[in-house]
Nanobody, 117 residues
């Protein structure tokens, strides 16, 4: 049984920082691409950032230079360091793990990040 569990969300003032974690269990972590998505109230879920099993990263323009994704394959965990947070970053943040070739696509239940102005 595959499970992704996010943690680290909370309330922070604008300009502050948070670090989210996503711990994976029941999967071959080293072969999956990991990503963070977010969904703000009344909006569609959107891609924030991804990291391949080889460490290649990709960021949405809205978070580039403020957010950083990293992964620790030894701990089966992916992190999202969020700096210079803005009220528009307020959303539920979801972790995703996938490998198309192996028909793997899993989501966590999300963690809420609230940025106050």
């Amino acid at each position: 049984q595959v499970a992704l569990v996010e943690s680290g969300g909370g309330l922070v003032q604008a300009g502050g920082s948070l670090r989210l974690s996503c711990a994976a269990s029941g999967t071959i972590f080293s072969i999956v691409t990991m990503g963070w998505y977010r969904q703000a109230p009344g909006k569609q879920r959107e891609l924030v950032t991804t990291i391949t099993n080889g460490g290649t990263t990709n960021y949405a323009d809205t978070v580039k230079d403020r957010f950083a994704i990293s992964r620790d394959n030894a701990k089966d965990t992916v992190y999202l360091q969020m700096n210079s947070l803005k009220p528009e970053d307020t959303a539920v943040y979801y972790c995703r793990a996938w490998n198309i070739a192996f028909h793997m696509d899993y989501w966590g239940k999300g963690t809420l990040v609230t940025v106050s102005s």
